[in-house]
């Protein structure tokens, strides 16, 4: 009787190799995968995290608060800019703070040039801001640059500027000084927390450039929600003006 090919019995040690190679394959594959979704979540939550920064274009009406800038104008008008500037700093005008402007910002960063159908300030808006923004060519840059960014139409826009700057109350000694006030910074910011109800000093900025010793007061920044209540300011009002005294020249 004829016997059939002898049969190749299992190799038991290769066989667990095997498996043992396949679960160490699975295992592998199992924490690529929970690596790869880590990474996504964690790429997902700094994005979400991460403070918007400044960009070419904003998106219209997605800010976080205001800034309303004021100028100490008699600082402008003693540049060569403000020397040519008639219509703010002809001898008699007396400007002491002006608007110039409000700004919608993130909490750090802000937006600008959103663009808006409306692109032409009406004559008679301009009219209406002119007692404290007096140039007529800022008022039209800034709806251009900060106004197309909050969500507003331009009336509107420039009624939340009046608005605002209204709930501003100017210390005394800043209204009209017939002499160079020298002060520290920090006293500015002191005496508009006294003269405003609600103010506090983490929702005031003070810009005098990058002087440490003497300087002169460019502007001050008061920080709005939203809704038009006084806020602290975000990161983009932190740097604070460095100067031991800050001077701000008298009214003409």
Known sequence: MRQGPPVAMPNEPEQSL?????????????CASRFI????????????????????????????????ALSW???????????KDKQQCLPGRRFPFVVHGLWPQYEKGWPENCGAEENW????TIALMLS???SRNLIIHEWKKHGTCSGLG?????????????????????????????????QVTADFVKTNPGLEASMVAVDCGNRTDRA???????????????????????RQCRAATIVLPRVR
């Open 216 to 238: 002169r007061l460019s502007e001050l920044r008061v920080c709005f929600d939203r809704v038009g209540a006084f806020r602290s300011c975000g990161e983009n009002e932190k």
């Open 121 to 124: 300030v009406p004559e008679a």
């Open 18 to 30: 095997m498996a043992a190679d396949q679960q160490h394959l699975s295992a592998v594959a199992r």
């Open 154 to 186: 331009i009336d509107e826009y420039f009624a939340r500027v009046r608005e605002l700057f209204a709930k501003v109350r100017i210390p005394a000694r800043y209204l009209a000084p017939n002499s160079d006030i020298a002060v520290a910074p920090a």
């Open 132 to 134: 404290i923004t007096p």
């Open 73 to 83: 104008s008699p600082t402008y008008c003693g540049t060569s800019a403000g020397e």
């Open 37 to 68: 979704w880590l990474v996504v979540a964690l790429i997902v939550q700094d994005a979400l995290l991460t403070p918007r920064l400044s960009s070419a274009a904003g998106s219209r009406g997605d800010f976080d608060y205001y800034a309303l």
